[in-house]
């Protein structure tokens, strides 16, 4: 699976990290689904201590060499997540904002993804997502974690840590 494939199937927005966490007019106030993508080829960098938040005290980094360990090679998605359910009331707009949040040190709830913030360039990476009025999120979700594992030898992508 790739971001290619990802524009076939509607996602929108591929707006930098940096753009989110500047303005998030951009991003619906739907339900629905969200990849980060990285377009660099490059080996990644780890950073030590990322940028992420300490939600209750806790520290979101990881060893570099977890981060290694994790890292999915010939692919440029690293994270698809979900915003809202069938009974929830998140948007994409309230999730990511979250999102943005958590990976400017802030005190959120966003645990989720959160080896994204020990990339040396995270703020480059592109968000995406597709909404999903008719579906559950969890779902959609869950499909499309399943279809990149089936693309990539069983790997889930980078920063996702569970099905």
Not at 35 to 53: C, M, Q, W, Y
Not at 90 to 116: D, P, V
Not at 117 to 137: I, M, N, R, Y
Request: aromatic share 8%; net charge positive.
């Amino acid at each position: 699976m790739t971001s290619k494939e990802l524009r076939q199937m509607g996602f929108e927005g591929f707006v930098t990290i940096q753009d989110l966490m500047t303005s998030m007019l951009c991003v619906p106030k739907k339900k629905g689904v969200y990849a980060i993508i990285r377009l660099s080829n490059d080996k990644p960098h780890f950073l030590k201590v990322g940028t992420g938040g300490h939600f209750k005290g806790k520290d979101p980094n990881v060893p570099i060499t977890e981060l290694e360990n994790n890292w999915v090679c010939d692919t440029d998605i690293v994270y698809i997540g979900k915003a809202g359910s069938i009974k929830g009331s998140a948007t994409l707009h309230s999730r990511l904002n979250q999102y943005m949040k958590f990976g400017q040190g802030k005190n959120i709830g966003h645990k989720g993804g959160r080896y994204i913030w020990q990339l040396a360039d995270s703020k480059l990476l592109l968000v995406c997502w597709l909404t999903t009025p008719d579906e559950d999120p969890e779902d959609v979700e869950k499909n499309l974690i399943q279809d990149f594992k089936l693309a990539h030898c069983g790997n889930r992508p980078f920063a996702n840590l569970r099905d």
